[in-house]
C-alpha cells in the first residue's frame, strides 16, 4: 500500500543546500562567504543595481541614442468576410464610412482597411477597401461579388 510517507520526488534531483554560519569545519563559517567588514558584510544589505560607488553609473555614461520607427507605423483595421456578412444587407457598399457608421471601424485609418477570408459571403454587396488578402480576391472572384481598391491615402 502507497502512504504518504514512502512517496518521493521523482521529478528533479533533490539540491544540496549549502548551509552557513555553522562553524569552521562547514567552510562557511565565521564571516559565512561575505568577507570582512563594510556594507556589504552587514545584514540588511541591499545591492542596488547601477550604484557604483560614486562613480557615475553606466547607465548615465551610455549616450540616448537611437531610432524607433513606433511614430510612424501605420495600422491596418482587418475585417473579415464573416463579419461582412454579418453587419451588411444585400445592395450595400462596404467601405470606410459606411464600417464607421456601424462602429466598427476606427475614426482615423492609418493604413486603411483590409478585407480577410475568413468565413463565408452569402450577401451581394460592394465592398471598397485598401487592401484584400489573395485568399479574399479569390473568394470574392468566385462569387462574382464586386470589389474596389480604394488609394491608400491617409483616411
Given at each position: 500500500?502507497?502512504?504518504?510517507?514512502?512517496?518521493?520526488?521523482?521529478?528533479?534531483?533533490h539540491k544540496k543546500v549549502q548551509?552557513?554560519?555553522?562553524?569552521?569545519?562547514?567552510?562557511?563559517?565565521?564571516?559565512?562567504?561575505?568577507?570582512?567588514?563594510?556594507?556589504?558584510?552587514r545584514c540588511g544589505y541591499k545591492?542596488?543595481?547601477?550604484?557604483?560607488?560614486?562613480?557615475?553609473?553606466?547607465?548615465?555614461?551610455?549616450?540616448?541614442?537611437?531610432?524607433?520607427?513606433?511614430?510612424?507605423?501605420?495600422?491596418?483595421?482587418?475585417?473579415?468576410?464573416?463579419?461582412?456578412?454579418?453587419?451588411?444587407?444585400?445592395?450595400?457598399?462596404?467601405?470606410?464610412?459606411?464600417?464607421?457608421?456601424?462602429?466598427?471601424?476606427?475614426?482615423?485609418?492609418?493604413?486603411?482597411?483590409?478585407?480577410?477570408?475568413?468565413?463565408?459571403?452569402?450577401?451581394?454587396?460592394?465592398?471598397?477597401?485598401?487592401?484584400?488578402?489573395?485568399?479574399?480576391?479569390?473568394?470574392?472572384?468566385?462569387?462574382?461579388?464586386?470589389?474596389?481598391?480604394?488609394?491608400?491615402?491617409?483616411?
Amino acid at each position: 500500500m502507497i502512504t504518504l510517507n514512502s512517496l518521493s520526488n521523482t521529478h528533479r534531483p533533490h539540491k544540496k543546500v549549502q548551509r552557513i554560519g555553522r562553524g569552521p569545519g562547514s567552510n562557511r563559517g565565521k564571516t559565512c562567504g561575505r568577507g570582512n567588514k563594510g556594507d556589504k558584510a552587514r545584514c540588511g544589505y541591499k545591492q542596488r543595481y547601477g550604484e557604483e560607488g560614486g562613480q557615475k553609473p553606466l547607465y548615465k555614461r551610455l549616450p540616448c541614442r537611437g531610432f524607433s520607427n513606433g511614430r510612424f507605423k501605420s495600422h491596418v483595421h482587418a475585417i473579415n468576410l464573416s463579419l461582412i456578412n454579418y453587419l451588411y444587407n444585400d445592395g450595400e457598399v462596404v467601405n470606410h464610412q459606411t464600417l464607421k457608421e456601424k462602429g466598427y471601424a476606427p475614426r482615423r485609418l492609418g493604413g486603411g482597411i483590409k478585407i480577410l477570408a475568413d468565413g463565408e459571403l452569402e450577401k451581394r454587396v460592394t465592398i471598397e477597401a485598401h487592401h484584400f488578402s489573395k485568399e479574399a480576391q479569390n473568394k470574392l472572384q468566385k462569387k462574382s461579388i464586386p470589389f474596389k481598391v480604394v488609394s491608400n491615402k491617409k483616411v
